[in-house]
């Protein structure tokens, strides 16, 4: 009786016996997580004595999609919850999400994420010297 080697898959493993440069670059990025992508947030109504800094940064996992927003003061911020909100996120929301506001140790209320606007709105805070983070979670397309 003869047995037969075992099969060689294609799509896993190459002629020679080696792992597809697919399965490679998808267990790779499992291992070293996702990258997210970068943007630049525009706040609205951000109260500020200088010109602040902001940066940020997305993760879409399925259908989720995960934030970082990074508010770094000249001096300081104030923001007015319900008004000062951040109107270029990329990703299209479908439903209504979530954000909290970081800094110095402390935090603050939610915000919101509206899906009908695309809009971010920031919780209040007044007079913060520190950077802040804004953190979130919504549903995106």
Sequence with gaps: ??????PINDFLIDQEGKANLSWIL??????EGDPGVAWTPTA??????GTP?????????????????????????????????????????S???????VSGGTGTNSGHCVSANNRIFLPGWSAVTLPISVIGLVEVR
């Design 1 to 6: 009786m003869t047995i037969a080697p075992a």
């Design 26 to 31: 998808f267990f790779n990025s499992l291992y």
């Design 44 to 49: 609205v109504s951000l109260g500020s004595t």
């Design 53 to 93: 800094t902001l940066s940020g940064r997305y993760y879409k996992i399925g259908r989720i999609c995960y934030f970082r927003i990074t508010i770094t003061p000249a001096t300081d911020t104030t923001s007015t919850a319900a008004t000062t909100y951040i109107d270029n996120f990329p990703p299209l929301m």
């Design 95 to 101: 439903n209504d999400g979530i954000c909290f506001a």
